[in-house]
């Protein structure tokens, strides 16, 4: 326990506590210097979001195959592990991949939060190490945009909690209802008793994400000061800003990578278990149904050049005989 504490204060809240002092020395502000702070974390974290968004679109495309695993292999909880493993290792899936980001979202999300917290109570002090931008003052201006007491309770000036709440509302549509949709084959619905649905758990996700987590979260910025309030309108909004970038500017490679399974992936082809593709993107969804139908022409020829061959090799053998 020693060594996270330890760790948390030398590499996250100490240096996040730099920096902002640092931001604070050039433009006097401590609100300007929070949003600052809290948009240079944000940016360190892209890389991580970015893997884990492509790996989330990976995992999705993939997931009617899995879903074909766990059937071949129900009941056999030994085979179906060994059999998932070795599918997300054929195909790059990491499952694990948002527990990195959660992980370091908590740390960096924690050192904002415990540092705004103390500016607003007033318990930061010159006790810290030498700042290693070479300034050793440590005192701040608690009025954040020249009206905003940091300390001042988010109760007081209820239009920072709601414009969390709005912007928490706008990531969840914008990531359920808005975002470029990848094209999914889908397997058709088969009654089963007490087995997973996942169509279900999508919809509750989505339902939460929308309506009950922005409600959540402004009751918890309500009850916090405005400096946390600052730090956590800056996160919503910049988290919405990087959904919308992602999903758009990877909108091609999410495409690029559904083309290449419809290629060389005979899930793909004619399967009595799985629906026509939901035709989110009709340029991709168009290129799939042409691999399809190129696939079944191809299966015609063959079979009529089998067919002519047989007839040649049944003639020949009849002549032969008279």
Same mark, same amino acid.
């Given at each position: ?97 948002? *527990?990195?980001? =959660? #992980?370091? %979202? $908590? @740390? ?7 540092? /705004?917290?103390? &500016? ?116 919503? *909004?910049?988290? =919405? #800003?990087? %959904? $919308? @970038? ?7 490679? /999410?495409?690029? &990578? ?65």
């Amino acid at each position: 326990m020693n060594v996270i504490v330890w760790i948390f204060q030398n590499l996250v809240y100490r240096p996040q506590l730099n920096l902002l002092q640092f931001f604070y020395n050039f433009t006097g502000d401590i609100g300007v210097s929070i949003v600052l702070i809290a948009t240079v974390v944000n940016l360190l974290l892209w890389p991580l979001f970015i893997a884990t968004y492509l790996n989330g679109q990976k995992i999705k495309i993939l997931q009617p195959k899995l879903k074909a695993i766990q059937e071949k292999h129900k009941g056999n909880q030994q085979e179906l592990l060994k059999a998932t493993v070795e599918f997300n290792r054929k195909h790059g899936v990491n499952n694990s991949s948002f *527990l990195v980001v =959660l #992980i370091a %979202q $908590i @740390f960096f999300a924690s050192g904002l939060l415990y540092l /705004t917290s103390d &500016l607003s109570q007033g318990k930061i002090s010159i006790e810290l190490y030498e700042n290693f931008f070479g300034t050793t003052e440590s005192s701040f201006n608690n009025t954040a945009f020249g009206f905003l007491d940091i300390g001042t309770q988010a109760r007081n000036f209820i239009w920072l909690p709601l414009a969390n709440l709005v912007f928490s509302y706008l990531y969840g549509l914008y990531t359920f209802k808005l975002a470029p949709k990848p094209v999914i084959t889908k397997p058709k619905k088969k009654k089963s008793n007490g087995a997973f649905d996942s169509e279900a758990f999508q919809k509750s996700l989505e339902f939460q994400t929308l309506y009950v987590m922005p409600i959540f979260i402004f009751l918890f910025n309500f009850s916090f000061s405005v400096g946390v309030n600052i730090y956590f309108v800056t996160v919503s *909004l910049l988290s =919405l #800003i990087r %959904q $919308i @970038f992602v999903s758009r500017y990877y909108k091609d490679h /999410t495409n690029k &990578l559904i083309e290449d399974i419809a290629k060389t992936d005979p899930e793909f082809e004619d399967n009595p278990d799985i629906e026509t593709p939901h035709l989110a993107d009709d340029a991709v969804a168009t290129k799939i149904v042409d691999v399809k139908v190129k696939k079944k022409d191809n299966k015609k020829e063959n079979l009529k050049k089998k067919t002519k061959e047989s007839k040649k090799i049944v003639k020949k053998s009849f002549k032969e005989k008279g």
